[in-house]
C-alpha cells in the first residue's frame, strides 16, 4: 500500500516556475514506477511524466517535453515535478501516482496508487 500526498501548487504568471513534490509512504518506494498526471476542468486526465525505477528513465508528454523535469529522492520517499516556461495551458490539479514495476503503458489506468492533487494556475 502506498500514499501519496502532492504540495507545491499555486498560482504563477506564464513563464514562471513551481516545484512539485509528491511524498509517499511505504517501504518498497524505491520500487515502483512513479507518475505525474494532470487534469483541466471538463478534460480528461492526462500524462504529464513518469520515473521508471527499473532503469531509471524518464518519460514526458510531448507538451512539456524541454519544460519539465521529474526527479526523486529515494532517502525522502519522494518525487518531484520541476516546471519552467509555464503556459496558461499548463494550468490543471496536477496528481501524483504510482504502480508497480511490470506494467507498461502511460494511461491513467496502468497506476494503481494516487494522490488528491495540487492546484496549478498559470495566469497570462
Known amino acids: 500500500q502506498v500514499q501519496l500526498v502532492e504540495s507545491g501548487g499555486g498560482v504563477v504568471q506564464a513563464g514562471g516556475s513551481l516545484r512539485l513534490s509528491c511524498a509517499a509512504s511505504?517501504?518498497?518506494?524505491?520500487?515502483?514506477?512513479m507518475g505525474w498526471f494532470r487534469q483541466a476542468p471538463g478534460k480528461e486526465r492526462e500524462f504529464v511524466a513518469l520515473?521508471?525505477?527499473?532503469?531509471?528513465?524518464?518519460y514526458y508528454a510531448d507538451s512539456v517535453k524541454g519544460r519539465f523535469t521529474f526527479s526523486r529522492d529515494n532517502a525522502k520517499n519522494t518525487v518531484y515535478l520541476q516546471m519552467n516556461s509555464l503556459k496558461p495551458e499548463d494550468t490543471a490539479v496536477y496528481f501524483c501516482?504510482?504502480?508497480?514495476?511490470?506494467?507498461?503503458?502511460?494511461?491513467?489506468?496502468?497506476?494503481?496508487?494516487w494522490g488528491r492533487g495540487t492546484q496549478v494556475t498559470v495566469s497570462s
Open positions: 501516482a504510482a504502480r508497480d514495476p511490470g506494467i507498461v503503458g502511460t494511461t491513467p489506468r496502468t497506476f494503481k496508487y
Open positions: 511505504g517501504r518498497t518506494f524505491s520500487s515502483y514506477f
Open positions: 520515473f521508471a525505477s527499473s532503469d531509471g528513465s524518464t
